[in-house]
């Protein structure tokens, strides 16, 4: 089954503390990026990467880092995190953009409260 | 002035309404459009693309307006399982693939 795995999908930390949210996607995408939804924001996108060893920043990636080492994998690291990263997370992968169209499959979501 | 416009609503309207959604777009040039749908507190999943032309699956159709930047999505014959919220998201395929996403439309379909 085609799927993007997000672990883990509730996380409570407190400030300060390292963690990793990881994504795994199994359709051979090349296209990979991590949103954050909150309430009266909508999705917004904080960091993408294009192929293996390729990563850009999207819209808020202030307090966030992302490796791309292997096609199927996109963790998530927050090195300190501070109570205003606690949102809804998602993860989405799609096959490479360019001028056609390329629907993006989302993982199912990271809960994360930092206290 | 966001990317990605949507009346936030909700919308409440009862069984077997045809309900419309709108959607402005700032950037010019956008490439691609399209319509997820989001329910409570799960991923956003693809419902259709919007083309040029217009386009329809079964009670749902979009329509594109470049000139004025302008999407929308009709619900004919609305369902209790129709009650989601719908995100408008718009692809600046000159960006990287990257898909903006609209704040989302929230729909409760009532019996």
């Known amino acids: 089954e085609a799927q993007v795995t997000q672990n883990p999908r509730y996380l409570i930390t407190v400030t300060g503390k390292k963690l990793t949210v990881t994504c795994s996607q199994n359709m051979n995408h090349e296209y990979m990026s991590w949103y954050r939804q909150d309430p009266g924001l909508g999705l917004r996108q904080i960091y993408y990467s294009m192929n293996v060893e390729v990563t850009d920043k999207g819209d808020v990636p202030e307090g966030y880092k992302v490796s791309r080492k292997e096609k199927r994998n996109f963790p998530l690291i927050l090195e300190s995190p501070s109570p205003n990263q606690t949102s809804l997370y998602f993860c989405?992968?799609?096959?490479?953009?360019?001028?056609?169209?390329?629907?993006?499959?989302f993982g199912q979501g990271t809960r994360l409260t930092v206290v | 002035r966001k990317e990605v416009e949507q009346d936030p609503g909700p919308f409440n309207v009862p069984e077997g309404a045809t309900v419309a959604f709108n959607c402005t777009y700032s950037?010019?040039?956008?490439?691609?459009f399209f319509w997820y749908r989001q329910d409570c507190r799960k991923e956003p999943k693809l419902l259709m693309s919007v083309y040029s032309s217009g386009n329809e699956d079964g009670r749902f159709t979009a329509q594109l307006n470049r000139a004025s930047q302008y999407i929308s999505l009709l619900i004919r014959d609305s369902k209790l399982s129709d009650s989601a919220t719908y995100l408008c998201v718009v692809n600046n395929n000159n960006a990287g693939n990257m898909l903006t996403f609209g704040g989302g439309t929230r729909l409760m379909v009532k019996p």
């Open positions: 989405a992968s799609s096959s490479t953009g360019g001028y056609e169209y390329t629907e993006a499959f």
């Open positions: 950037n010019s040039a956008s490439q691609s």
